[in-house]
């Protein structure tokens, strides 16, 4: 026998309490007389000076305390064990960040969710066990497999779900697999489509629609020049109604924007101003009376640092394709012309291949590959088509419509890795030789429509910003929530020591493996991180919540599917007390009372005579 | 307490029942009720257990084949012992019985030197030697609380009553302990010439009435017990209220003294009038 309701067991220390009144109650008031011999027999006439009576065992005695210990057994809830049952809830959780939408009761689904699974695992009693998995793109085991409520609840109370829109597929596999015999249980903010939930699934929904406001976007860029921040931001109304919002943004202590927004329904401000350099980070705010989720109403900026990349532009003068490569270096921002010994990367002829093979600094050699000899004879010229490695991000986004490629060498005695290419020759290459990217431009500019398509700048820009991506520290500064975080290493730091770089954000901190290049996988978390080496900050960056699909809470819904009885799983068992208990404790203790009662009564009458 | 109204008025009103003898001399001033050893005959009566042997009229012994005693008049002294009980019992309620007491032991005292005698109050409490006052210092009883724990009969079976032989003895206490009236009664009437016993009770003690459930608590003993006051107990009660009070009053009259009970609540001139005057311990001047 185990009690649902333990605390019920207290209404028991009314026994000791009632032992108590009967021991040093004054049933009658004193009286002090001469001659107590008179009154009484002498067997009657107690010792002197005692205080404390032996106990009474009287009928009023027994039955206030039969009652009493009637009422502590029904408070209690006693309850049968059936040993052969095996009760198991595995619950899994929404994580998505609308479970944390208010409601009209300015309460959480995530709090309906925690009281649901509260509510059950009471009923079920101590001996239950319970599972809980979050979903999300990589599902979490919350608690368990198997935990007891003690445990998992303490777990419970922590929990804040901060998911983008996910799939739910992979958390439910978890659950069925974990469940055996156990009742599987999916709490969610809207009830899924009809078929989508396994059938051995009971869900439900505690969602309500509800007006919400968001940031869409924000992206904090800087004027290498003059290093001022300008900050563009989006901000949309998921209502269909009109709405109004003031935006604060603070850094540190300090107001340095506060703008009043006006939105019609369902509609988007966006908006556009410089924030003085220097700041650091900055923190976003939006306060609506019509916002009922906060998570994607707080977004916090980390100012953005100079990612000056050095380029020498090493092609003689006069060169085919010289003008162009200038006009599109000119055109893009955070570029420095250097000379040859501090750039970064350099641009120039077939010579650049035959300088210090050693140099490990970018390089981008533009043909003719030979500029005389039976290769420059042999050149040919191309329309397509035109195959290309798409997992290169240097052809990103490149279209080679309509360009006439010319001067194209035979590249036999060049080992390339083909990244552009029209069959038999590369047109675009990055030689295996070098240890450091070394690519090839095999073209004559002078003789080819390249320089004026498309493709030209983005082949260029794309040379720039993948060159850029590997220059020493973070790529940037501000992240999405599920958005990788990349970093690179410099060389001196990446030999210096074996031991691993510490992430930090708040008081938490993981270890992360040193490397070249760092990848951080999404933290899937709002907040601010802090990448260490020892004692030393390496960087700084913030991840935020951006979610259109989480931030529209007009298709939430309350709502129940019940678990398919036919299906293979057994039900969640609660052994009840059965009927005939109740009536006896009950009968019992009222029995118990009246005679009482009765009895007492009849004392007084008798008193009164 | 000399300048008690009550007191001054009873004593103005009342004098002592005592007999008097016109003889000379301070012995054999007064004449007591009780056999004595003078040479004036008084009476025959029946030989009870007890009676002195020497006393038997053996010549009507011979006549008639009764055992008669021939009493005495016993001259008695003006030496005057009021002995008065100082024990917490008396002291109860709200202080009637204490006073009366008092009062009593008082005018009885003023009454006795009215007459030429000498009295002394003997104070029957836990004091080791007992205290006495003499006339002059009457007037202590109005500070002096009963608070002794020993009853009258541990004082007497202890020996701690110190009696004036050939004297006018005059017990006031309300009785209410343990005890043994004949021993109590001979040893306490021993070598008096006269003796009165004077039992104090409040209403209460004297005539109770159905009250309902009390803890009862004996002023001395500490004993307590509870008890519904009920006709049925209070039956009981003066059922053994009454067999003491004649077992008292079988011992005094043995010795041909006087015993009367008061109840305090009556007031001192009351009880004079009523009680004291009709036993004839005292009548009016």
Same mark, same amino acid.
């Given at each position: 026998?185990?009690?649902?309701?333990?605390?019920?067991?207290?209404?028991?220390?009314?026994?000791?309490?009632?032992?108590?009144? +009967?021991?040093?109650?004054?049933?009658?008031?004193?009286?002090?007389?001469?001659?107590?011999?008179?009154?009484?027999?002498?067997?009657?006439?107690?010792?002197?000076?005692?205080?404390?009576?032996?106990?009474?065992?009287?009928?009023?005695?027994?039955?206030?305390? &039969?009652?009493?210990?009637?009422?502590?057994?029904?408070?209690?809830?006693?309850?049968?064990?059936?040993?052969?049952?095996?009760?198991?809830?595995?619950?899994?959780?929404?994580?998505?960040?609308?479970?944390?939408?208010?409601?009209?009761?300015?309460?959480?689904?995530?709090?309906?969710?925690?009281?649901?699974?509260?509510?059950?695992?009471?009923?079920?009693?101590?001996?239950?066990? !319970?599972?809980?998995?979050?979903?999300?793109?990589?599902?979490?085991?919350?608690?368990?497999?198997?935990?007891?409520?003690?445990?998992?609840?303490?777990?419970?109370?922590?929990?804040?779900?901060?998911?983008?829109?996910?799939?739910?597929?992979?958390?439910?596999?978890?659950?069925?697999?974990?469940?055996?015999?156990?009742?599987?249980?999916?709490?969610?903010?809207?009830?899924?489509?009809?078929?989508?939930?396994?059938?051995?699934?009971?869900?439900?929904?505690?969602?309500?629609?509800?007006?919400?406001?968001?940031?869409?976007?924000?992206?904090?860029?800087?004027?290498?020049?003059?290093?001022?921040?300008?900050?563009?931001?989006?901000?949309?109304?998921?209502?269909?109604?009109?709405?109004?919002?003031?935006?604060?943004?603070?850094?540190?202590?300090? $107001?340095?924007?506060?703008?009043?927004?006006?939105?019609?329904?369902?509609?988007?401000?966006?908006?556009?101003?410089?924030?003085?350099?220097?700041?650091?980070?900055?923190?976003?705010?939006?306060?609506?009376?019509?916002?009922?989720?906060?998570?994607?109403?707080?977004?916090?900026?980390?100012?953005?640092?100079?990612?000056?990349?050095?380029?020498?532009?090493?092609?003689?003068?006069?060169?085919?394709?010289?003008?162009?490569?200038?006009? !599109?270096?000119?055109?893009?921002?955070?570029?420095? !012309?250097?000379?040859?010994?501090?750039?970064?990367?350099?641009?120039?002829?077939?010579?650049?291949?035959?300088?210090?093979?050693?140099?490990?600094?970018?390089?981008?050699?533009?043909?003719?590959?030979?500029?005389?000899?039976?290769?420059?004879?042999?050149?040919?010229?191309?329309?397509?088509?035109?195959?290309?490695?798409?997992?290169?991000?240097?052809?990103?986004?490149?279209?080679?419509?309509?360009?006439?490629?010319?001067? !194209?060498?035979?590249?036999?005695?060049?080992?390339?890795?083909?990244?552009?290419?029209?069959?038999?020759?590369?047109?675009?290459?990055?030689?295996?030789?070098?240890?450091?990217? +070394?690519?090839?431009?095999?073209?004559?500019?002078?003789?080819?429509?390249?320089?004026?398509?498309?493709?030209?700048?983005?082949?260029?820009?794309?040379?720039?910003?993948?060159?850029?991506?590997?220059?020493?520290?973070?790529?940037?500064?501000?992240?999405?929530?599920?958005?990788?975080?990349?970093?690179?290493?410099?060389?001196?730091?990446?030999?210096?020591?074996?031991?691993?770089?510490?992430?930090?954000?708040?008081?938490?901190?993981?270890?992360?493996?040193?490397?070249?290049?760092?990848?951080?996988?999404?933290?899937?978390?709002? #907040?601010?991180?802090?990448?260490?080496?020892?004692?030393?900050? &390496? #960087?700084?960056?913030?991840?935020?919540?951006?979610?259109?699909?989480?931030?529209?809470?007009?298709?939430?819904?309350? #709502?129940? /599917?019940?678990?398919?009885?036919?299906?293979?799983?057994?039900?969640?068992?609660?052994? $009840?007390?059965?009927?005939?208990?109740?009536?006896?404790? /009950?009968?019992?203790?009222?029995?118990?009372?009246?005679?009482?009662?009765?009895?007492?009564?009849?004392?007084?009458?008798? $008193?009164?005579? | 307490?000399?300048?008690?109204?009550?007191?001054?008025?009873?004593?103005?009103?009342?004098?002592?029942?005592?007999?008097?003898?016109?003889?000379?001399?301070?012995?054999?001033?007064?004449?007591?009720?009780?056999?004595?050893?003078?040479?004036?005959?008084?009476?025959?009566?029946?030989?009870?257990?007890?009676?002195?042997?020497?006393?038997?009229?053996?010549?009507?012994?011979?006549?008639?084949?009764?055992?008669?005693?021939?009493?005495?008049?016993?001259?008695?002294?003006?030496?005057?012992?009021?002995?008065?009980?100082?024990?917490?019992?008396?002291?109860?309620?709200?202080?009637?019985?204490?006073?009366?007491?008092?009062?009593?032991?008082?005018?009885?005292?003023?009454?006795?030197?009215?007459?030429?005698?000498?009295?002394?109050?003997?104070?029957?409490?836990?004091?080791?030697?007992?205290?006495?006052?003499?006339?002059?210092?009457?007037?202590?009883?109005?500070?002096?609380?009963?608070?002794?724990?020993?009853?009258?009969?541990?004082?007497?079976?202890?020996?701690?009553?110190?009696?004036?032989?050939?004297?006018?003895?005059?017990?006031?206490?309300?009785?209410?302990?343990?005890?043994?009236?004949?021993?109590?009664?001979?040893?306490?009437?021993?070598?008096?010439?006269?003796?009165?016993?004077?039992?104090?009770?409040?209403?209460?003690?004297?005539?109770?009435?159905?009250?309902?459930?009390?803890?009862?608590?004996?002023?001395?003993?500490?004993?307590?017990?509870?008890?519904?006051?009920?006709?049925?107990?209070?039956?009981?009660?003066?059922?053994?209220?009454?067999?003491?009070?004649?077992?008292?009053?079988?011992?005094?009259?043995?010795?041909?003294?006087?015993?009367?009970?008061?109840?305090?609540?009556?007031?001192?001139?009351?009880?004079?009038?009523?009680?004291?005057?009709?036993?004839?311990?005292?009548?009016?001047?």
């Amino acid at each position: 026998m185990y009690f649902a309701n333990p605390w019920g067991l207290l209404a028991l220390a009314a026994v000791p309490f009632i032992v108590f009144i +009967h021991l040093f109650q004054r049933r009658f008031p004193p009286l002090e007389v001469a001659g107590l011999f008179l009154w009484l027999n002498d067997e009657r006439v107690k010792t002197s000076g005692q205080r404390i009576d032996r106990l009474p065992v009287t009928w009023t005695l027994l039955l206030e305390l &039969l009652a009493a210990t009637m009422l502590g057994l029904l408070l209690s809830q006693p309850r049968w064990i059936d040993s052969h049952l095996v009760q198991h809830v595995v619950v899994v959780l929404d994580n998505s960040a609308s479970m944390l939408a208010r409601d009209g009761e300015h309460l959480t689904s995530c709090d309906r969710a925690v009281a649901e699974v509260d509510r059950r695992m009471r009923a079920a009693g101590r001996n239950a066990r !319970v599972t809980l998995i979050a979903t999300g793109r990589r599902p979490a085991m919350l608690a368990g497999p198997a935990a007891t409520w003690e445990d998992a609840a303490t777990i419970l109370a922590d929990w804040s779900p901060q998911d983008t829109r996910h799939d739910f597929d992979s958390a439910w596999d978890m659950a069925q697999q974990l469940a055996d015999s156990g009742q599987l249980l999916f709490i969610t903010d809207a009830l899924p489509e009809g078929g989508t939930v396994p059938k051995t699934f009971e869900v439900m929904a505690f969602g309500a629609p509800a007006a919400n406001l968001a940031f869409e976007t924000a992206r904090w860029s800087l004027d290498p020049k003059s290093l001022q921040g300008n900050l563009y931001l989006r901000i949309k109304n998921y209502s269909s109604r009109a709405a109004s919002a003031t935006m604060i943004g603070r850094s540190v202590d300090r $107001e340095v924007v506060r703008r009043s927004l006006e939105f019609g329904p369902g509609a988007t401000v966006p908006m556009s101003f410089d924030v003085p350099g220097g700041i650091q980070q900055l923190v976003l705010e939006l306060e609506s009376p019509m916002d009922a989720l906060p998570t994607d109403s707080r977004i916090t900026l980390i100012e953005p640092q100079s990612r000056t990349l050095r380029i020498s532009n090493e092609l003689p003068d006069p060169f085919p394709g010289r003008p162009a490569i200038d006009r !599109v270096l000119q055109s893009l921002d955070g570029i420095e !012309v250097a000379a040859s010994d501090a750039a970064h990367l350099r641009i120039g002829t077939r010579a650049l291949a035959a300088a210090n093979p050693e140099d490990d600094r970018w390089r981008l050699t533009i043909g003719p590959i030979e500029l005389d000899g039976p290769q420059q004879a042999a050149a040919v010229q191309t329309a397509g088509p035109f195959l290309m490695d798409r997992r290169n991000e240097l052809v990103e986004g490149v279209s080679m419509e309509g360009v006439i490629w010319a001067g !194209v060498q035979p590249t036999e005695s060049i080992p390339l890795n083909p990244l552009v290419s029209a069959t038999p020759y590369v047109l675009v290459g990055q030689s295996m030789e070098s240890p450091t990217p +070394h690519f090839f431009l095999n073209v004559d500019l002078s003789k080819s429509n390249l320089v004026e398509s498309p493709a030209w700048p983005i082949l260029i820009n794309n040379m720039v910003e993948s060159c850029r991506d590997s220059l020493p520290g973070l790529r940037q500064w501000n992240y999405r929530v599920d958005e990788l975080i990349t970093f690179q290493l410099s060389a001196e730091r990446l030999g210096a020591s074996a031991t691993p770089l510490l992430l930090k954000s708040g008081g938490r901190e993981r270890k992360i493996a040193r490397a070249g290049t760092i990848e951080i996988p999404p933290l899937l978390q709002s #907040g601010v991180f802090e990448l260490r080496d020892g004692e030393q900050s &390496l #960087g700084t960056f913030a991840t935020n919540f951006f979610d259109a699909a989480e931030s529209d809470l007009s298709q939430l819904a309350k #709502g129940v /599917i019940p678990r398919d009885a036919s299906q293979g799983l057994s039900g969640f068992a609660v052994s $009840e007390s059965p009927q005939w208990l109740w009536l006896i404790l /009950i009968g019992l203790a009222l029995s118990a009372l009246f005679a009482d009662w009765a009895i007492l009564r009849r004392d007084v009458r008798r $008193e009164a005579l | 307490m000399n300048n008690d109204p009550d007191v001054r008025n009873a004593v103005e009103t009342f004098q002592l029942g005592l007999p008097r003898l016109p003889v000379a001399g301070r012995s054999g001033e007064l004449l007591g009720r009780a056999a004595g050893n003078s040479l004036e005959f008084q009476e025959h009566r029946q030989y009870l257990p007890g009676d002195d042997i020497r006393h038997l009229d053996w010549a009507a012994y011979g006549r008639t084949d009764n055992l008669i005693v021939r009493l005495y008049r016993e001259e008695t002294s003006l030496q005057t012992q009021i002995l008065l009980d100082m024990s917490r019992s008396t002291a109860i309620g709200d202080g009637a019985k204490s006073r009366v007491a008092r009062q009593l032991a008082t005018a009885m005292g003023l009454m006795v030197g009215a007459i030429g005698g000498h009295p002394t109050i003997t104070l029957l409490g836990d004091e080791q030697p007992l205290r006495q006052l003499n006339r002059g210092d009457f007037e202590l009883l109005v500070s002096l609380e009963p608070k002794g724990r020993i009853s009258l009969a541990e004082l007497t079976m202890r020996q701690r009553v110190l009696l004036k032989t050939h004297s006018a003895r005059i017990l006031i206490s309300d009785f209410l302990y343990p005890h043994d009236a004949t021993q109590l009664i001979r040893t306490l009437a021993a070598g008096s010439t006269l003796f009165w016993v004077v039992q104090v009770l409040t209403r209460f003690e004297s005539d109770p009435q159905p009250i309902g459930g009390r803890k009862l608590s004996d002023v001395e003993t500490r004993d307590e017990t509870d008890l519904r006051i009920n006709q049925i107990s209070i039956a009981r009660y003066r059922s053994r209220l009454h067999r003491l009070q004649e077992q008292l009053r079988a011992e005094v009259v043995r010795i041909h003294g006087c015993f009367v009970t008061v109840v305090a609540e009556s007031g001192l001139m009351e009880i004079c009038q009523r009680d004291l005057c009709k036993a004839g311990i005292l009548r009016p001047r």
